[in-house]
T-cell receptor, first 114, second 114 residues
Framework: GAGVSQTPSNKVTEKGKYVELRCDPI?????LYWYRQSLGQGPEFLIY????????DSGLPNDRFFAVRPEGSVSTLKIQRTERGDSAVYLC????????????FGPGTRLTVL | AQKVTQAQTEISVVEKEDVTLDCVYE???????LFWYKQPPSGELVFLIR??????QNEISGRYSWNFQKSTSSFNFTITASQVVDSAVYFC???????????FGKGMKLTVNP
């Protein structure tokens, strides 16, 4: 079946602009995650959704970052007033129900802020 | 923060050599989960294995094997008879029981030369 998909694959924007990154989870997966991966580092947790609600947003770096999942499937990560330090690969993952189940990752969106 | 440490940052081997990737984790929990992911040059994180803290049994899957030792807080990964296609960055990660966050190590870049 289809895996996690993310669009766009690459996004180049200018400092101060607003961007939206989209994630389509694996069909039927109830949990969805966003991570950010800087060059040479492991992914860092941003936010976790269970259904439509953000169950844990403790990883969001500041209030410029926001994510939604209005219908419990597709999620959008929104970044306002982008800064050069936001440049990274943004990874989305989804998980089927059940404790301990594995998170399956998408290919990521590479964001470059000029 | 309870860290995941991958002490090796980069390893280069010749095809058919065996290679072991080290992972040491910190935790104060009795229930936790350990993972290995592979990130090939294409960028997508590929799930390899999940282990829960109550299952110290080692596992073998083809050329891959994992050694989980709670006494040393280690979850090492061995590739036997490495192949060029094994070239990738490998990440070890931990998730504690009751949390949804994966905490990743910094990754280890493996290059297998023909």
């Amino acid at each position: 079946g289809a895996g996690v998909s993310q669009t766009p694959s690459n996004k180049v924007t200018e400092k101060g602009k607003y961007v939206e990154l989209r994630c389509d989870p694996i069909s039927g997966h109830t949990a969805l995650y966003w991570y950010r991966q800087s060059l040479g580092q492991g992914p860092e947790f941003l936010i976790y959704f269970q259904g439509t609600g953000a169950a844990d947003d403790s990883g969001l770096p500041n209030d410029r970052f926001f994510a939604v999942r209005p219908e419990g499937s597709v999620s959008t990560l929104k970044i306002q007033r982008t800064e050069r330090g936001d440049s990274a690969v943004y990874l989305c993952a989804s998980r089927a129900g059940g404790a301990g189940d594995t998170q399956y990752f998408g290919p990521g969106t590479r964001l470059t802020v000029l | 923060a309870q860290k995941v440490t991958q002490a090796q940052t980069e390893i280069s081997v010749v095809e058919k050599e065996d290679v072991t990737l080290d992972c040491v984790y910190e935790t104060r929990d009795t229930t936790y989960y350990l993972f290995w992911y592979k990130q090939p040059p294409s960028g997508e994180l590929v799930f390899l294995i999940r282990r829960n803290s109550f299952d110290e049994q080692n596992e073998i899957s083809g050329r891959y094997s994992w050694n989980f030792q709670k006494s040393t807080s280690s979850f090492n990964f061995t590739i036997t008879a490495s192949q060029v296609v094994d070239s990738a960055v490998y990440f070890c990660a931990r998730r504690q029981g009751g949390s949804e966050k994966l905490v990743f190590g910094k990754g280890m870049k493996l290059t297998v030369n023909p």
